[in-house]
């Protein structure tokens, strides 16, 4: 059974920092693109980060870009997103997920496997 399980998800200050993990079990991903979501009270489901499956290739949304970074281990099948200088905005839960071989880096719709998500709270 296919797992992906979040963590370092929490509250802090605007301005600080947060680490989140994503490990996955019952399957490898190193052949596959991984990405990370949020999702805002409210709001639909949005496109933070993602990565190629050799870490060749990076994307970001311009919301987040040169404040995050995105970035994966594929022999603890892991990735890991870094949020520096968070702000009240990027409060949501996160989502790791596993883009399918042709899906959009972009759309939850190109994602096949997905976490629980881990809540991230900025406060200002």
């Known amino acids: 059974q296919v797992q992906l399980v979040e963590s370092g998800g929490g509250l802090v200050q605007a301005g600080g920092s947060l680490r989140l993990s994503c490990a996955a079990s019952?399957?490898?991903?190193?052949?596959?693109?991984m990405g990370w979501f949020r999702q805002a009270p409210g709001k639909e489901r949005e496109f933070v980060a993602a990565i190629s499956w050799n870490g060749g290739n990076t994307y970001y949304a311009d919301s987040v870009k040169g404040r995050f970074t995105i970035s994966r281990d594929n022999a603890k099948n892991t990735k890991y997103l870094q949020m520096n200088s968070l702000k009240p905005e990027d409060t949501a839960v996160y989502y790791c997920?596993?883009?399918?071989?042709?899906?959009?880096?972009?759309?939850?719709?190109?994602?096949?496997?997905w976490g629980q998500g881990t809540q991230v709270t900025v406060s200002s």
């Open positions: 997920a596993v883009k399918s071989y042709s899906g959009s880096y972009y759309s939850p719709s190109g994602y096949i496997y």
């Open positions: 019952g399957r490898t991903f190193s052949s596959y693109a």
